[in-house]
């Protein structure tokens, strides 16, 4: 038994190097400004009643100039002042909304939505009301994307209590309380505009509000809105992983289930294929069946064998290269049949250096002086196969634990692999900083695994004939 500690994986910004999304972009620029290909103007469309859409427009004014950090804040790396969205430095960019490119939402028909009694008649009456607005922008009218403001009357009558356990289970293929038949507006709404090629950002009315109590703060709040709507925007990256050029390229691939809503097709599969730009390709798989053995779905060999053949071509297609290594991500045990499945494509596409790995949640603790959470980056490395890694706890940056809850800690198994544990490791540590859903780099779960729950959620309200959008940004 050993036990390391993994140092905070860099980010690569504009012009420098740092371990902080906010510190990078303020200090260092986005990384794309090293691209030729970007826009320097957000063309921000929106959605919502007339009193929400001035709400927006007072909301990204504010935005487009610093904002102070939180008030006599002991911890002011993870308090950070949001730079601004400006033209000059951090995002490079502006944030444009103009009466021209909104649709505003009459409050009767709001009202009528709201006496509907079935909940499901409910929802599917909300989406409708956006929809339309929202399929006009995106056919009419020049926009990046469609924010849709739901004003809190509406809100209230369309969302119910989220079950949430401290640590979000990773299993990605269990089905939520409310996820069973019953319609939800946010991922019914996504999956009914996806065809309109135009991501959507949901806001609540009462997240362009000041100062209510329960809320994030103003700055934080910022970071994490404009860097959202700057990666749907832009389909690129405001950061990626410092990475050694002498390394051979890699492409890291979450392999994931999930439930039809009428449980008719009991799982279908779901790639999720990030190369170390943060560049992305979601793909739908075929459906698959429930293994008797351990009550887990699984691929068959052939199916294995499709669905990695097709990420890796459509990998190939949208990067312009082919991987020299891949590295699988599953948040469940492989069956024979998939690692003979994979392995055939990959022999098949001469990629000679694979590693399969395991990442569950794990049951096990470990404390730092009898009180405190580890360190974020220990690495408690049991055997060649068993590690159990920290992704949340302790974060010498932050100087503090930032979470509410005692961080529980990754069950890492490696099951075949080219690379060191070491290495493996690493790189999910690295991998949880890749969500540009949250500038708080501590996230639990590697992007690979992380995004599958969202994706899954949309997706399973698309039809089979419907073609699912490949970029991450339609699902966030």
């Known amino acids: 038994m050993k036990l390391h500690y993994i140092r905070e994986p860099l980010l690569e910004f504009g012009q420098d190097s740092h371990v902080c999304p906010r510190a990078g972009i303020a200090n260092y620029d986005v990384y794309d400004t090293k691209l030729k290909i970007r826009r320097e103007r957000v063309l921000v469309g929106a959605v919502g009643t007339s009193d929400t859409l001035s709400k927006l427009y007072s909301w990204l004014e504010k935005c487009s100039q610093p904002i102070p950090s939180k008030p006599d804040s002991r911890q002011p790396n993870l308090f950070a002042p949001f730079c601004g969205f400006?033209?000059?430095f951090g995002f490079k960019s502006s944030l444009v909304i103009d009466e021209q490119i909104t649709r505003t939402l009459n409050s009767s028909d709001i009202n009528e939505v709201i006496r509907i009694e079935d909940w499901n008649e409910r929802i599917d009456a909300a989406v409708a009301l956006y929809y339309r607005q929202a399929k006009f922008l995106a056919q009419n009218r020049v926009v990046d994307v469609i924010v849709c403001i739901v004003p809190t009357k509406l809100y209230d009558q369309i969302s119910k209590p989220k079950v949430v356990?401290?640590?979000?289970?990773?299993?990605?293929?269990?089905?939520?309380?409310?996820?069973?038949?019953?319609?939800?507006?946010r991922r019914a709404l996504k999956a009914r505009a996806m065809h309109l090629g135009k991501p959507l950002q949901l806001v609540r009315e009462v997240s362009l509000e000041s100062n209510l109590k329960g809320q994030q703060d103003e700055a934080t709040k910022a970071w994490n809105f404009c860097t959202a709507l700057y990666y749907k925007t832009n389909q690129t990256v405001p950061w990626k992983l410092s990475t050694n050029i002498n390394r051979p390229s890699v492409c890291f691939i979450g392999?994931?289930?999930?439930?039809?809503?009428?449980?008719?097709?009991?799982?279908?599969?779901?790639?999720?294929?990030?190369?170390?730009?943060?560049?992305?390709?979601?793909?739908?798989?075929?459906?698959?069946?429930?293994?008797?053995?351990?009550?887990?779905?699984?691929?068959?060999?052939?199916?294995?064998?499709?669905?990695?053949k097709r990420a890796l071509t459509e990998y190939e297609m949208a990067m312009d290269t082919s991987p020299a290594r891949i590295v699988l991500h599953k948040s469940s045990n492989y069956s024979d049949e998939e690692l003979a499945g994979f392995e055939s494509t990959a022999e098949e596409m001469r990629i000679r250096k694979i590693d399969f790995v395991t990442i569950l949640d794990s049951e096990l603790r470990l404390l730092r002086g009898k009180e405190y959470p580890p360190y974020r980056g220990m690495h408690l490395e049991f055997d060649e196969a068993n590690h159990l890694l920290y992704t949340r706890g302790a974060v010498e940056y932050y100087r503090t634990y930032p979470g509410k809850y005692i961080p529980q800690p990754l069950d890492i198994r490696i099951v075949r692999s080219d690379e060191s544990p070491g290495v493996i490791s690493q790189e999910i540590l690295g991998l949880t900083k890749m969500n540009w859903n949250n500038t708080q780099f501590d996230g639990?779960?590697?992007?690979?695994?992380?995004?599958?729950?969202?994706?899954?959620?949309?997706?399973?309200?698309?039809s089979p004939d419907d073609n699912p959008q490949i970029s991450y940004s339609f699902y966030m």
């Open 255 to 308: 392999i994931s289930f999930y439930r039809s809503r009428d449980r008719q097709v009991l799982n279908t599969s779901l790639a999720q294929i990030f190369d170390e730009l943060g560049n992305n390709v979601i793909l739908r798989g075929t459906p698959v069946d429930i293994d008797k053995r351990d009550r887990r779905p699984h691929l068959q060999a052939d199916q294995a064998y499709q669905l990695l």
């Open 444 to 462: 639990k779960y590697p992007i690979t695994l992380a995004c599958a729950r969202k994706v899954g959620q949309v997706m399973k309200y698309l």
């Open 86 to 88: 400006k033209p000059d």
């Open 165 to 185: 356990s401290r640590e979000e289970s990773l299993e990605s293929d269990q089905d939520q309380h409310d996820d069973i038949l019953e319609a939800n507006f």
